[in-house]
C-alpha cells in the first residue's frame, strides 16, 4: 500500500522536496492502519529506503508481480534523491539538537 502511494506521489508531484514532504505525511497515517509497520520500520525514511532495496534486488519483472507496481528508471532515481534528502534533513536536525545541546 505504502509502495503505491510512493508511485503516486512521484507521477503526481515534480518537485523532490515537496514529494519528500507528500511521503512523511502519507507514512505517519500508516502505522494507525497497520501496526506492524511501526515495529518494522523506524519512520518512512526506513520503508522508503527499503522500497529502494526491493526494486533494486528483485528486479523489474519479480518486482512488479510481487507488488502489481511499476517504477520507471526515473521514479527509481527519485527515490534516491528523496532518501538522500531525507539523510540531509536528519543530519541537520540532529546536528541543530547537538547544537542547541551545546549552547
Known amino acids: ?3 503505491s502511494g510512493v508511485s503516486s506521489v512521484l507521477t503526481r508531484v515534480e518537485d523532490n522536496s515537496s514529494a519528500l514532504k507528500q511521503i512523511r505525511i502519507s507514512y505517519k497515517k500508516l ?3 497497520f501496526s506492524y509497520l511501526d515495529s518494522s520500520y523506524n519512520g ?3 520503508l ?3 522500497l529502494s532495496c ?4 528483485l528486479g ?3 518486482f512488479t508481480h510481487v507488488y502489481h507496481l511499476e517504477f520507471a528508471n526515473d521514479h527509481k532515481n527519485r527515490i534516491i534523491n528523496i532518501i538522500y534528502g531525507m539523510e540531509e534533513r536528519q543530519s541537520f536536525s540532529s546536528l541543530s539538537v547537538a547544537t542547541t545541546a551545546i549552547f
Open 1 to 3: 500500500m505504502f509502495f
Open 48 to 50: 522508503v529506503e527499503d
Open 44 to 46: 518512512g525514511m526506513n
Open 54 to 57: 526491493r526494486f533494486e534486488v
Open 60 to 62: 523489474g519483472k519479480d
Open 31 to 33: 502505522p494507525v492502519r
